[in-house]
């Protein structure tokens, strides 16, 4: 079974209106974290927001909020205002809890988001 | 030069070839990762090293190689690659005890 499923391959947004990424994942752990990576067509990966699992409150980083629901282990990234720069792949991710181990991600399969002028 | 870089941004090799990626980071972390990605699959795992002690190998075929000379550096060494082995490849680095990753820009390969 997928651990990071991203069920929209691609999606499409008019310029200054919000958009929601959707992303379910799948763990065992009780401590866990969720990232949002945001990859442009140069390439590099770019962190966006990190959602603890113990955290109570829904992470926020300016434009970028986390809608995390626990129970429905769904962690969907909302982008306020959108604008042109935005169009990128997003990847959901996870970081399952490991002791003596470096953090290892495991990456859903991304999402397309082309923002429209 | 700052956060992650890798070179070559752009790599071409015929399947008996030899060639190196190496990927450098500025941030002072102790952990390095390689990535593969590849056409219409997730990000995949592939080398973790912390303090340039390797600490993950995911079942990845031993004609990639890692080297990591220290906990600013590391390398991805290539021989008799595979058409299937074309990806982008990215290198990551992170502070162990801390939670995101930073990644370079990627080498993206082609095996002809």
């Known amino acids: 079974a997928q651990k990071i499923t991203q069920t929209q391959p691609g999606m499409f947004v008019q310029e200054k209106e919000a958009v929601t990424l959707d992303c379910t994942y799948d763990t065992s752990d009780q401590s866990y974290g969720l990232f949002w990576y945001k990859q442009p067509s140069s390439g590099e990966m770019i962190f966006l927001i990190y959602q603890g699992s113990y955290d109570e409150q829904n992470a926020t980083e300016g434009r970028y909020s986390l809608n995390f629901q626990k129970a429905r282990k769904s962690a969907n990234l909302v982008i306020s205002a959108s604008q042109l720069g935005d169009s990128a792949m997003y990847f959901c991710?996870?970081?399952?809890?490991?002791?003596?181990?470096?953090?290892?991600?495991?990456f859903g399969s991304g999402t397309q988001l082309t923002v429209l002028p | 030069e700052t956060g992650v870089t890798q070179t070559p941004r752009h790599l071409v090799m015929g399947m008996t070839n030899k060639k190196s990626l190496k990927c450098e980071q500025h941030l002072g972390h102790n952990a390095m990762y390689w990535y593969k990605q590849s056409a219409k699959k997730p990000l995949e795992l592939m080398f973790v090293?912390?303090?340039?002690?390797?600490?993950e190998n995911n079942s990845v075929p031993s004609r990639f190689s890692p080297e990591c000379p220290n906990s600013s550096h590391l390398f991805l060494h290539l021989h008799t690659l595979q058409p299937e082995d074309s990806a982008l490849y990215l290198c990551?680095?992170?502070?162990?005890?801390?939670?995101?990753?930073?990644f370079g820009p990627g080498t993206r390969l082609t095996v002809t």
């Open positions: 090293y912390n303090f340039k002690e390797q600490t």
């Open positions: 991710a996870m970081r399952e809890s490991r002791s003596g181990s470096a953090r290892q991600l495991t």
């Open positions: 990551a680095s992170s502070q162990f005890q801390t939670v995101e990753q930073y």
